[in-house]
T-cell receptor
Framework: AQKVTQAQTEISVVEKEDVTLDCVYE???????LFWYKQPPSGELVFLIR????DEQNEISGRYSWNFQKSTSSFNFTITASQVVDSAVYFC??????????WGAGTKLIIKP | DGGITQSPKYLFRKEGQNVTLSCEQN?????MYWYRQDPGQGLRLIYY???????QKGDIAEGYSVSREKKESFPLTVTSAQKNPTAFYLC????????????FGQGTRLTVV
């Protein structure tokens, strides 16, 4: 069965702290794609990153970084030096063999000033 | 600018009424999706379409209907058969390949009064 688990329902940190959002996935496919999306209070989901199963190289984009580990089926997302504007709900998703997105339940991130 | 437009942003419905939510995209995407999001919850797939004149039920299609007469448009009708329609509805589109991200509209918040 295809499944994405985001065990952290809500995380609250003080501005400038680093924070890691966990994502664990299950799939029987050997080729698959993982995504992270951000949903700010306005409601629209914004694409952050895509990673395919053959590329385990970690990626850094400014204050954002992603750690993909096939051995533990995890695709964790770290925000360094968090800012209030990072407050949002973050979703991890897996594309299955039918090209459908399997969504995690989301993690609500609250950054306090 | 290219993107996805959902309208209206807020919609109120009386019990027993059908309502139609609009979703238009000018990204030339083949695939379009409708999701439902309840407070504090993840996204649940209602319907999706991978090509014009064809669509498939998602996980929670009961009480909803769609059409895909044009590539650009994928309207969702919430029928009176949907017993608990109050929710946030998100439309998305993608190129339809496993490695392509989905683009989302700003959502429609439907409230039954």
């Amino acid at each position: 069965a295809q499944k994405v688990t985001q065990a952290q329902t809500e995380i609250s940190v003080v501005e400038k702290e680093d924070v890691t959002l966990d994502c664990v996935y299950e799939t029987r496919d050997t080729t698959y794609y993982l995504f992270w999306y951000k949903q700010p209070p306005s409601g629209e989901l914004v694409f952050l990153i895509r990673r395919n199963s053959f590329d385990e190289q970690n990626e850094i984009s400014g204050r954002y970084s992603w750690n993909f580990q096939k051995s533990t089926s995890s695709f964790n997302f770290t925000i360094t030096a968090s800012q209030v504007v990072d407050s949002a709900v973050y979703f991890c998703a897996l594309v299955d063999s039918n090209y459908q997105l399997i969504w995690g339940a989301g993690t609500k991130l609250i950054i306090k000033p | 600018d290219g993107g996805i437009t959902q309208s209206p942003k807020y919609l109120f419905r009386k019990e027993g009424q059908n309502v139609t939510l609009s979703c238009e995209q000018n990204l030339n995407h083949d695939a379009m999706y409708w999701y439902r999001q309840d407070p504090g919850q993840g996204l649940r797939l209602i319907y999706y379409s991978q090509i014009v004149n064809d669509f498939q039920k998602g996980d929670i299609a009961e009480g909803y209907s769609v059409s895909r007469e044009k590539k650009e448009s994928f309207p969702l009708t919430v029928t009176s058969a949907q017993k608990n329609p109050t929710a946030f509805y998100l439309c998305a589109s993608s190129a339809g390949q496993a490695n392509t991200e989905a683009f989302f509209g700003q959502g429609t918040r439907l409230t039954v009064v």
